[in-house]
């Protein structure tokens, strides 16, 4: 039986580096709230778009992460070493085609989306600046799949603290313009994430070569390509990059339905989207550990542990997401003061906020249902079900502000309705029993 403490133990370094995460966010939005409304929705926009990229690489790591704990569980400890290899073989060259496919579209596409002309001229040089780090971005995904896999989490929470350190610093200096920088506005904060990136990778690279106990899985010492390995990487990770992608890729057109309601509207929801994200800290731990457990379960031929293990994992989601929602109203006025000193955008977001409580709560309990499927290995089942979601989703919301006219504090339920659709589709799809004995 897979107790609640096991559950915590993977979990809880991977919530401490997404509490730091988080703070990546905070910081840029609280430094480009001193700028105006455009500085903020173009921050919105450019960063959404960047983090729909970033999810074909985040969901090759999901393929990477169900295929480390499999071998593991199964004791195929070379086995490992070289899924590591593989996924860095792939992803480097694929990132280098995403930079310059973005680099060619970006000035092309934007103006097809935004009305705006200030948010768009400020939301492509965001763009132009942070695609910088895709490679870097992707590398460290691979390396947290890696750790999430065998169960060594603590350094992604290092790690991450480390990135936000360096954000901070750079967000202040390059925003602004000092300690002898140019000010740059918010191209400045997406260098700094670039920068905080860069120092990441660093500090993984060094770990995982250095590391005696990594020896075992003889990570980088016999780098042998096998187009097999390849395959299966590929055929596991596939579905869940293109998954994840429509999941970001839609919030990016509800982003862009929003700028439709005004200049002020894509600020707040800014603001919104940081606070949303801060409701959704234990989720990415919690999401990470329910995949990792069934995918073990299921490698030491336990299957029906995962009813358990997602209740379990559910119920910890849950509560945390409330207690973060409790804490936000608590504090809600020191929590405005940090984003913005803008009086009318504190008072809109104030509103918004318990619409968004809603939605999280919604969305986290879906979302944890529906790694339980990804962790299953059937990922083809996932993309499936994202692809119907996302088209729920997206309809909703173009209908909520073009035919319904909802102002913004009703269109964030959008997101609720979102995630309980996937808990739904994946409880079904559970119930079915297919997902048994599944070979990764």
């Avoid at 750790?147 to 060594?152: D, H, K």
């Avoid at 968004?356 to 079900?385: E, K, P, Q, R």
Wanted: glycine share 8%; aromatic share 14%.
């Amino acid at each position: 039986m897979i107790k609640f403490r096991r559950i915590w133990r993977i979990a809880y370094p991977i919530v401490i580096g997404n509490i730091a995460q988080n703070l990546l966010g905070i910081t840029d939005t609280a430094f480009i709230g001193r700028l105006d409304a455009v500085a903020l929705g173009a921050a919105a926009l450019g960063n959404v778009f960047y983090i729909a990229v970033m999810m074909l690489g985040f969901g090759f790591s999901i393929g990477i992460q169900i295929i480390v704990a499999r071998r593991y569980a199964e004791g195929r400890y070379s086995d490992v070493g070289n899924v590591l290899h593989h996924a860095l073989l792939f992803l480097a060259p694929f990132a280098l085609l995403i930079f310059i496919l973005l680099k060619i579209s970006n000035k092309e596409i934007l103006p097809l989306l935004i009305q705006s002309p200030e948010v768009l001229a400020s939301t492509s040089g965001f763009i132009d600046m942070r695609i910088l780090g895709i490679l870097f971005g992707y590398i460290i995904y691979v390396f947290q799949a890696f750790l999430i896999g065998i169960a060594r989490t603590k350094l992604i929470s290092y790690v991450t603290i480390l990135m936000v350190a360096v954000n901070i610093l750079f967000d202040w200096a390059l925003i602004f313009g000092y300690a002898g920088f140019e000010a740059m506005g918010v191209e400045g904060a997406a260098l700094a994430s670039v920068i905080s990136e860069i120092s990441a990778v660093f500090v993984y690279a060094i770990y995982i070569y250095r590391k005696k106990t990594m020896r075992i899985y003889r990570i980088f010492s016999s780098i042998h390509y096998s187009m097999r390995m390849m395959l299966q990487l590929l055929k596991i990770s596939f579905p869940a990059s293109l998954q994840n992608f429509l999941s970001v890729a839609s919030w990016f057109i509800f982003f862009i339905m929003v700028e439709k309601l005004g200049e002020e509207a894509l600020a707040v929801s800014n603001i919104g989207r940081s606070i949303y994200m801060l409701y959704l800290i234990p989720l990415w731990g919690f999401s990470s550990a329910v995949n990792s457990l069934v995918s073990y379960s299921i490698g030491c031929r336990k299957p029906m542990l995962i009813y358990p293990i997602m209740g379990k994992v559910v119920l910890l989601t849950a509560v945390s997401i409330l207690l973060l929602e409790l804490l936000s109203f608590l504090f809600s006025g020191t929590v405005m003061s940090i984003y913005t000193n803008i009086p009318e955008l504190q008072e809109l977001t104030l509103h918004i906020m318990p619409t968004m409580c809603l939605s999280a709560l919604g969305f986290g309990v879906g979302f944890i249902c529906f790694n339980t499927v990804s962790g299953t290995g059937n990922t083809h089942i996932s993309l499936y079900i994202e692809m119907i979601a996302t088209c729920v989703y997206l309809a909703i919301t173009i209908l909520a502000v073009e035919s319904w006219r909802w102002g913004i504090v009703w269109v964030w339920l959008v997101d609720g309705i979102y995630g309980l659709f996937m808990m739904l589709a994946a409880l079904i799809y559970l119930k079915t029993g297919k997902w048994m004995n599944r070979k990764v």
